[in-house]
């Protein structure tokens, strides 16, 4: 009996017999059937070549300078950058103190974003029954809300921050949640509002006051409303009550806006608890700088505010400069995707993609002798589906503990997932590919 023995490759090609259909059906269903053994298997082998951690972190250790010896009036003060809210220079800043009038900033930013400068404004008795300094309206008397604005910031009114108020929220009590709800909200850490006007006061849950940060942080928001900034820039204002029967002119006390160049804004204050008491604004160069004073001097030391606030405001110019600290051109090593479909057609290769990081222009308002640190938070590797443009990781900077800016990592190109039909697609391919089969 003549045995058919299957030979070598060689042989097998030396001796060409057409296999039959019932061949090519045996042969396709075992291909089927093997369809899933070499993606377990393929599984296998990308896990175990997986590489051990990637992720780069680079801490740059931080020698800060220490504070500059500074020589001020104040009790308490700050010198805060306003577009990040970090605090550059503080005396005392973190302790809560009364703020007199400067108060008012907040009694203004909550009428104009919740009221409408075309109201009218109905004088209460109580509102009429302010101490000095005050507009000397009655009660009765009728207002346009824009007008007693301006009698708050550029007089500093006690009467007319009352009138304000109860209009806003129909009490003193109800205007100074508004307050302290705000307060909050902007992230004031030791904020207690009681009074519209900023006049000394206190109650069972505290005393009327603020600390320095916080009062910076405040005004570095209001700043950014420009009908505050208008209406705190005027010289002066001119206006009648509703029934045309009283005139009031009101000049603008914030001696700072004509002693530096780049002056935004600013209010005073002053009370018998507070003492003398200022914040204010100046953008100079693309930077924006905020000073608040607390507990600045008492009579007849009225001129010791301008003289810190000067100070105060030289030292950031002449200390900090915004610096662009973006890491341009940086490269990272290719990550592994797990599971990922072959590119050509090969079985059991590594499949990687590269990654970008995103730039971006990253301006830190910076002393010459401090440093930025940078942590790198890329993947140790990636699961398939991976799209292009995906976020996969992040670059994170640091200026001490303080995080000023993320920026991401993203996958530099697609890759699909790995999948069962991908195998019966390359094994169907093979097949139709050769279309005769040689046995002995």
Known sequence: MKVLRLRSIKDLYGHRLRAGFAGRILLFSMCIALALLPSLLAQAIYRQELPGATQQETEQQITAAEQPNITLYAKSAVLMDAASGRVLYEKNGYEHMPNASTTKIM?????????????????????????????????????????????????????????????????????????????????????????????????????????????????????????????????????????????????????????????LSGKTGFTGNAGYCYVGALERDGRTFVVALLACGWPNNKSYKWADTTTLMNYGIEQYENTDVCEYGKDFPPVIVADAEPENGRLYQKITIPLRIKEEKINVLKRADEEVRTIYDVPENLQAPVEEGQEVGSVTYYLGERQIARVPICAGKSVKKLEPSWYQDFLLKLFFMEKNFYFL
Do not use: W
């Open 107 to 263: 009694t203004c930013m909550i009428a104009l974003e919740q009221g409408n400068l075309d109201d009218e404004v109905k004088v209460s008795s109580y509102a009429a029954s302010m101490p000095k300094v005050r507009l000397g309206m009655s009660a009765d008397d009728t207002f346009r809300l824009r007008d007693l604005l301006y009698s708050l910031m550029l007089e500093s009114h006690n009467d007319s921050a009352v009138a304000i108020a109860e209009h806003i929220a129909g009490s003193v009590e109800g205007f100074a949640a508004k307050m302290n709800q705000k307060a909050k909200d902007l992230g004031c850490k030791d904020t207690y509002f009681i009074t519209p006007n900023g006049l000394d006061r206190q109650d069972e849950t505290g005393v009327h006051g603020t600390t320095a940060e916080d009062l910076a942080k405040i005004m570095s928001y209001c700043i950014q409303n420009e009908q505050f900034l208008e209406i705190t820039r005027t010289p002066s204002h001119q206006f009648t009550n509703l029934a045309g029967t009283k005139s009031y002119n009101c000049n603008n006390h914030n001696a700072f806006l004509q002693m530096m160049d780049g002056a």
